[in-house]
C-alpha cells in the first residue's frame, strides 16, 4: 500500500468510528467532488494561492514527471514519464477505487512508442494523446500526431484522428471543448512564430480545416500547449519569448470576447511562474485547481555553498532538481481568474 492509499484507508477507518458513534454509518464512499475532497488527492489539502509540488515522492519524483490529466469524475489521473535522454516518452495512469490510490504504472496503450500529453474530453467520452506511433507496421513515426480512444470502448486500440488536423509535422497538446471543438500546438505554414495555437471544430463527426488563433494569442515566438475551458471562455498556455516572460517559458491566460477574438495574453506573474519552464497547464472539471508542469529547481540550488558532494547529491536526488514535476495551486481564487 503506497503512503496516499495509507492515509486515505487511516481517514476512512476514523470517519466511520465517528459515524457509527452518531448511529449514521451507510457504509457509502462519497463519490468524486462530493464529500472528503482531500480523497481526490492523496489526502493533501488545497495548494493555497502559493504553486505546490503536486504528490511528492509518488507522482512527482526525481525523475521528469509532465503533462498531468484527470478524468472528469476525477478518480483517474494520466501523466507522462520522461526518459532522461528524452529516447522514450510514457503515458502512466493511477485509479481511485473508492478507497485507496493505486501504484502509478504504464498505461495499456503506452509504453511501446513515444506517448505524451493525455487529455479527457470534458464528458470523459473520449481520450486524446499525442504519439510518434505508426499507422501502419511497427516503425516509429518521425513527427508527432495526435491519437484519440474511448475509454468505454476498452484502452487499447487508439485511432489516429487524421487530416485536416495531423499532417507530417508535428501536433502538440490536444484540449477538447464541450462541443466538441479541438485546440492544440503546431507550425504550420501560416504559424507566426515557431510553434503557433490551432483549432479545429468537430462538425457531423469530422475535424474541420485547422485554424489559427492568429495574432491576438501567438506571437513571434513559442507558443504552446494550450488547455481550452469546456465552455471556450478562457484559454491557458505556454508562452516563449515575450517580454514579460520571467524565463525560460510562462504560463499565460486569454479571454475570449463576445465577438469570438481573444484578449491579450496575461502572464500570471511571478507567483506562478518561475525562472524555468512552466507550462502543460490543466484545470479540474470542478475549475477549482490548475495543475501544470515546472522545471524549476529548489532555492538550495540558488546556494554558493555547493562545496561538498554529499550536498550536490542531495540535490542530485532531490525533487525539484530541475527536472520537471507536477505542480497545483488553487485556481478558483486567484487574482487573474
Same mark, same amino acid.
Given at each position: ?15 466511520? =468510528? ?124 518521425? &513527427?508527432? &500526431? ?14 489516429? =484522428? ?68 469546456? &465552455? ?106
Amino acid at each position: 500500500m503506497n503512503r496516499a492509499g495509507l492515509f486515505t484507508y487511516e481517514l476512512f477507518i476514523g470517519l466511520t =468510528i465517528i459515524l457509527s458513534a452518531c448511529g449514521k454509518t451507510d457504509n457509502k464512499v462519497p463519490p468524486p467532488h462530493e464529500g472528503i475532497t482531500n480523497w481526490q488527492y492523496f489526502g493533501l489539502t488545497s495548494p493555497g494561492l502559493i504553486p505546490q509540488v503536486f504528490s511528492p515522492e509518488i507522482i512527482s519524483t526525481r525523475r521528469n514527471e509532465r503533462d498531468m490529466t484527470m478524468s472528469p469524475a476525477g478518480n483517474v489521473m494520466f501523466y507522462s514519464l520522461v526518459m532522461p535522454a528524452n529516447n522514450l516518452n510514457v503515458i502512466l495512469f493511477l485509479h481511485f477505487d473508492g478507497f485507496f490510490w493505486s501504484e502509478p504504472e504504464v498505461a495499456a496503450f503506452s509504453g511501446v512508442y513515444n506517448d505524451l500529453e493525455p487529455s479527457y474530453s470534458p464528458d470523459g467520452k473520449k481520450f486524446f494523446f499525442i504519439s510518434k506511433r505508426p499507422l501502419t507496421g511497427s516503425k516509429e513515426k518521425k &513527427d508527432w &500526431d495526435i491519437w484519440f480512444l474511448e475509454p468505454e470502448k476498452g484502452w487499447t486500440n487508439p485511432v489516429n =484522428i487524421g487530416a485536416p488536423v495531423n499532417t507530417d509535422k508535428d501536433e502538440y497538446f490536444p484540449s477538447v471543448t464541450s462541443s466538441g471543438t479541438l485546440y492544440f500546438t503546431a507550425n504550420y505554414d501560416d504559424s507566426f512564430g515557431a510553434d503557433d495555437i490551432y483549432c479545429s471544430k468537430y462538425i457531423n463527426g469530422k475535424y474541420q480545416q485547422p485554424v489559427n488563433l492568429g495574432d491576438s494569442v501567438n506571437s513571434g515566438g513559442f507558443d504552446f500547449n494550450a488547455f481550452i475551458s469546456p &465552455d471556450e471562455s478562457y484559454l491557458l498556455f505556454s508562452s516563449f519569448g515575450r517580454p514579460d516572460d520571467k524565463g525560460g517559458g510562462d504560463l499565460y491566460i486569454s479571454y475570449r470576447r463576445y465577438d469570438g477574438t481573444w484578449s491579450k495574453p496575461k502572464n500570471l506573474g511571478a507567483g506562478i511562474n518561475s525562472n524555468r519552464l512552466d507550462y502543460c497547464p490543466f484545470v479540474t472539471a470542478d475549475g477549482k485547481y490548475l495543475f501544470f508542469t515546472s522545471q524549476r529547481e529548489s532555492n538550495n540550488f540558488r546556494s554558493n555553498q555547493h562545496r561538498k558532494l554529499v550536498t550536490l547529491l542531495e540535490l542530485a536526488d532531490g525533487i525539484e532538481n530541475g527536472s520537471g514535476n507536477i505542480y497545483w495551486v488553487d485556481f478558483d481564487k486567484n487574482e487573474w481568474k
